[in-house]
């Protein structure tokens, strides 16, 4: 297994002062995957007055020592290094109620989570891998580590760490992984709202459709506002999947950017609320859109996501059954009022919200491709789209006499009457056109 040299010296640091030390976890298992792991961890039977005596001559990180992490700051990276230890019970589901020091480095290992990260490897001393990490790797599964009811409960995140795991790795949750991840998932509840949000994201971003419908009762754990809508008949002509389903393939569908994978998570969620039967059976969900915005609006508070984020994805979702079209004269406003950026993510929301329905029928692609390049086109002229971007100013119209509110409101007509093409952006013809409009603020407060 390949090392990094700065990573190498400070095994053979450890191991020049009489201590056992491995690369352990994530970077192991992501190296036996062919993957370049984005860092790495030690661990050592070396105490933390230990470490820091071998690494005194360099800059050491001492936030985890009552826990046995020193961190040594090297020029090419920190470096984790934890002494073997085992953990008490987690009675919060969150952090364990002790930490004890081991000798071993099986010790430390049986703390872990799943079997493919409860591997170490030393230059030296070869694999630990104590709990078949390496077949099970290799067989593509997801094992915990000894008993997986116990893992679930000591820390309840680890089973969101092992949906994503199961679809970021290709791995699928033997019986009693699964079993015991789906019956302890209501753990959930007592882990930070931001630890659950900041997995959930990552798994957004790797996950397949069939990873969302496997473990569609976790997320419904985790999210409570997704649980009924798993397995719900929409009674449409128009979607052959039940709502989570569908959900789950728009979800795959859109591009693997978080305010994309949020907006396309959430886009439905107000279905439930809305859902009324006709006289012949049909379902309907008027005003599903605007009531989805509500709920993805809770939802992202309460799982404190950064605000950037949610004032993204809530006008996403809010906006996401009024169509764009390919009409450039509509686009242009549109663009003027909400910004490509905006427009792109609508588009793509939308086409994979139409391409989810399951039914075979059209689903909108030429159109949706239509739309696209009229918008790449807009973009490409630089089109004028605010006020910043007319070719005259306030001082302009000052020069011609206007003074004033008179100056805002004849800007915003000339932007108005170049929006709609009745004008065009050039100087001469905007002021031409000003020249004929009242020049002064008509409003007078009352004396």
């Given at each position: 297994?390949y090392l990094?040299?700065?990573?190498?010296?400070?095994?053979?640091a450890l191991e020049g002062a009489?201590?056992?030390a491995?690369a352990?976890g994530?970077?192991?298992r992501?190296s036996?995957l062919?993957?370049t792991p984005?860092?790495?961890?030690l661990?050592?039977?070396?105490?933390p007055e230990?470490?820091k005596?071998?690494?005194h001559d360099?800059?050491?990180v001492l936030?985890?020592?009552?826990h046995?992490?020193v961190?040594?700051?090297?020029p090419?990276?920190?470096v984790e290094?934890?002494t073997f230890?085992?953990?008490g019970?987690?009675r919060?589901s969150r952090?364990?109620?002790?930490?004890?020091?081991?000798?071993d480095i099986?010790?430390?290992?049986?703390?872990?989570d799943?079997?493919?990260?409860?591997m170490a490897?030393s230059?030296?001393?070869?694999?630990?891998d104590?709990f078949?990490?390496r077949i099970?790797?290799q067989?593509?599964i997801?094992?915990?580590?000894?008993?997986?009811?116990?893992?679930f409960s000591?820390d309840a995140?680890?089973i969101?760490?092992?949906v994503?795991?199961?679809a970021?790795?290709?791995l699928?949750?033997?019986g009693?992984?699964?079993?015991?991840m789906?019956?302890?998932?209501?753990?959930?509840e007592k882990?930070?709202?931001e630890?659950?949000f900041?997995e959930?994201?990552?798994?957004?971003l790797?996950a397949?459709?069939?990873?969302?419908?496997r473990?569609a009762?976790?997320l419904?754990a985790?999210i409570?506002?997704?649980?009924?809508?798993?397995?719900f008949?929409q009674?449409s002509?128009?979607?052959a999947?039940?709502?989570?389903?569908?959900?789950?393939?728009?979800v795959a569908?859109?591009p693997?950017?978080?305010?994309l994978?949020?907006?396309a998570?959430?886009?439905?969620?107000?279905?439930?609320?809305?859902f009324t039967?006709?006289?012949t059976?049909?379902?309907h969900?008027?005003?599903?859109?605007?009531e989805s915005?509500?709920i993805a609006?809770g939802?992202?508070?309460?799982?404190?996501a950064?605000?950037?984020l949610?004032e993204?994805v809530v006008?996403?979702i809010?906006?996401?059954?009024?169509?764009l079209?390919?009409d450039?004269?509509?686009?242009?406003r549109?663009?003027a009022?909400?910004?490509?950026?905006?427009?792109?993510a609508?588009l793509a929301l939308?086409?994979a919200d139409?391409?989810?329905?399951g039914?075979?029928?059209?689903?909108g692609?030429?159109l949706?491709?239509?739309?696209?390049?009229l918008?790449?086109?807009?973009e490409?002229?630089h089109?004028c789209?605010s006020?910043?971007?007319?070719a005259?100013?306030?001082?302009?119209?000052?020069?011609l006499?206007?003074s004033?509110?008179a100056i805002?409101v004849c800007l915003?007509?000339?932007?108005?009457?170049?929006l709609?093409?009745?004008?065009?952006?050039?100087k001469?013809?905007?002021?031409?056109?000003?020249?004929g409009q009242?020049?002064t603020d008509?409003y007078?407060k009352?004396?």
């Open positions: 297994m990094p040299d700065y990573i190498q010296n400070c095994i053979a009489g201590f056992a491995y352990v994530g970077c192991v992501d036996l062919g993957l984005h860092d790495y961890d661990c050592t039977n070396a105490l230990q470490t005596e071998v690494f360099y800059r050491l936030a985890g020592e009552k046995g992490t961190t040594v700051v090297t090419e990276g920190n290094i934890t230890r085992t953990e019970d987690y919060d952090h364990p109620d002790w930490v004890k020091f081991v000798p099986e010790g430390d290992l049986s703390r872990r799943f079997t493919v990260n409860a490897y230059p030296t001393r070869g694999f630990a104590p078949g990490g099970d790797l067989n593509h997801l094992r915990a580590v000894g008993d997986p009811e116990a893992r000591e995140l680890r969101l760490r092992g994503r795991f199961s970021k790795y290709g699928t949750p033997e009693a992984t699964l079993n015991a789906i019956s302890q998932a209501s753990l959930l882990i930070a709202r630890r659950v900041d959930l994201g990552k798994y957004l790797v397949k459709t069939e990873d969302l419908c473990f009762p976790i419904g985790a409570p506002e997704l649980a009924p809508m798993i397995g008949d009674h002509p128009h979607h999947y039940d709502l989570f389903t569908h959900t789950a393939h728009v569908g859109v693997a950017e978080p305010v994978r949020w907006a998570l959430l886009h439905d969620t107000g279905k439930i609320a809305t039967r006709d006289a059976g049909r379902g969900f008027y005003g599903h859109a605007r915005a509500r609006d939802v992202l508070r309460r799982l404190k950064p605000t950037a949610r993204a006008p996403l809010d906006r996401h059954m009024t169509r079209l390919p450039p004269k509509i686009l242009r549109q663009a009022k909400f910004g490509f950026p905006f427009l792109y609508l939308q086409e139409m391409g989810s329905k039914t075979g029928e059209d689903d692609s030429i949706f491709a239509e739309t696209d390049r918008l790449h086109q807009l490409a002229e089109a789209l006020l910043k971007d007319l005259v100013n306030g001082n302009d119209l000052m020069a006499g206007y004033g509110r805002g915003n007509t000339l932007l108005g009457e170049v709609e093409q009745r004008l065009p952006n050039e001469r013809s905007l002021l031409a056109f000003a020249a009242p020049k008509s007078r009352d004396s």
